[in-house]
């Protein structure tokens, strides 16, 4: 499908290209829910486990499509797991996919030998995870992470929320239980047969990655969920393998962030539309009781511009993108159909300041590296020159070190960089862009555009040992774009 074609039947269900010329607190006024939506949404359930079992299973998604799928016990998304700072994890990864895994928990610090690093991948059988949880409270998120095939991996369904949660969050009195709506993002191809389908052709490969023309929300396509008229926190993850969203509501109404990759954010931050790159996270805060048109609100990504770093190369991303949406298009997500009639009106005083986040200070960093990400015609995308190579140490961190690390995106395509074993803070961002809302909190996942240098500072704490930082492109990823860093 086109993109014109793309957008044309997204655009078919009725009434939502409506501009709202009155805004008025939930009143049934007939602009009610689009044909478009048709499939309620579905929430993981926790984890009762203590093992987490990954299984190839066949699904039918919303009736009418198949998955050759990947499954976490038995859960499309997978079982969240929620944890309290100060906790315990521990947990058997029993492996039953029939190819290497390992699982990485996205975010959290933890010793090297439970971070998932792709050397300690299993084949078969089971591996032991037991780590103490030490960190703020905040929206994290576990997947596989073997080297060369965490892409296919994770699109056939192996990903979940992992949630933890402190003292400091809960003063706050956020919305919680029916209120609080874990959100995984993630498109995928689906065939005329209804197969949804994982095959990148060389240029998805090489260049954009795999977009995908169908954008489901916790495995469902085109969901709905009934909302009552007041705050409800939405804990998004961008869980796709390339594609990058524009978070927006089609009313542009308003919203909060509250926090992102690293938990709550120093103060709340307003905004009509958020950029989330894949493996970032957005907890945002929306009022279903202003600023939106009758009962409905649409959840859409708002269509963007990637910059074009110059000629030829920024042509052929172009011209060689995949048979779904181009990055930086505008399509829907979900519709919140709001219950006007509900009584459970509440909204939520946010404080101006939400958390305490101490912030390395830009001195006491001891030293700048320069990460260049490139692309060669024959290699294909690269960390300062290189392929991913599982022992070789690419960058060597004294323990406790603070270090101010500059990404330098030399190529004509976006790459979400993250870091594992540290939660760091963005500084600066060359260009216009400036910093998003989510880059006012603890991040380890940033978005650095064609053309951009973004610093980042953070202070390297966790256990001795090999880690890892990539693309979070997962076929940037897959091809070699990552490299080990070494705390010693
Ligand atoms: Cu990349």
């Known amino acids: ?147 060369r095939i965490t892409g296919p991996q994770v699109y056939r369904g192996l990903a979940g929320f992992f949630i933890v949660t402190d003292e400091e969050e809960e003063v706050l009195n956020l919305p919680s239980g029916e209120y609080e709506l874990p959100l995984v993002i993630q498109d995928r191809k689906i065939d005329d047969s209804g197969n949804i389908y994982y095959d990148p052709s060389m240029p998805e490969r090489m260049m954009t990655g795999y977009l995908g023309d169908h954008m489901l929300i916790n495995g469902v396509p085109n969901p709905y969920h009934e909302v009552h008229p007041r705050t409800y926190r939405l804990r998004l993850i961008n869980g796709s393998n390339a594609r990058i969203y524009n978070i927006a509501f089609r009313s542009r109404t308003p919203f909060t962030v509250i926090g992102t990759d690293g938990g709550l954010l120093p103060q709340p931050v307003q905004t009509t539309e958020l950029l989330l790159a894949p493996g970032e996270r957005a907890d945002i805060l929306v009022d279903f009781s202003d600023g939106f048109s009758g009962n409905s609100a649409e959840l859409v990504s708002k269509e963007f511009s990637v910059p074009s770093n110059g000629g030829m190369m920024g042509n052929m991303s172009q011209m060689m993108g995949g048979a779904g949406p181009e990055q930086g298009s505008e399509f829907p997500l979900m519709e919140f159909r709001i219950n006007c009639d509900s009584s459970s009106s509440s909204t939520v005083d946010l404080p101006p300041q939400l958390s305490e986040s101490n912030f390395p200070a830009e001195e006491s960093a001891v030293r700048t590296r320069r990460i260049e990400l490139d692309m060669e015609m024959m290699t294909g995308h690269t960390i300062n020159g290189r392929l991913f190579e599982m022992l070789r140490v690419d960058e060597q961190i004294n323990q406790g070190d603070t270090e101010i690390w500059e990404f330098i995106n030399n190529s004509a395509v976006p790459h979400p960089m993250h870091i594992h074993a540290v939660q760091f803070k963005v500084l600066s961002r060359s260009g216009s862009r400036g910093l998003l809302p989510t880059e006012t909190g603890w991040k380890d996942t940033v978005l650095v555009m064609p053309g951009e240098r973004v610093r980042v500072i953070m202070t390297f704490s966790a256990e001795e040992g090999l880690y890892v930082f990539h693309c979070h492109n997962l076929e940037h990823e897959d091809a070699g774009m990552m490299a080990n860093l070494e705390i010693v």
């Not at 499509?65 to 700072?85: M, Q, W």
């Open 1 to 147: 499908m086109d993109r014109k074609t793309f957008l044309k039947t997204a655009g078919a269900g009725a009434g939502y290209m409506l501009t709202p010329s009155v805004i008025t607190s939930c009143v049934n006024d007939g602009i009610s829910s689009s044909d478009l939506y048709q499939n309620p949404l579905q929430l993981p359930g926790g984890l009762d486990s203590d093992i987490l079992q990954a299984a190839p299973s066949n699904l039918m998604i919303a009736g009418k499509y198949s998955l050759d799928g990947l499954r976490f016990n038995e859960s499309l998304p997978g079982p969240t797991i929620r944890k309290r700072r100060g906790e315990h994890f521990q947990i058997q990864f029993q492996n039953d996919i029939g190819q290497e895994s390992i699982i990485h928990w996205h975010g959290m610090i933890v010793p090297p030998e439970m971070d998932g690093h792709p050397k300690d991948v299993i084949s078969d059988g089971s591996y032991s995870y037991d780590f103490q949880i030490n960190q703020r409270a905040g929206t994290y998120w576990y997947h596989p992470h073997p080297h």
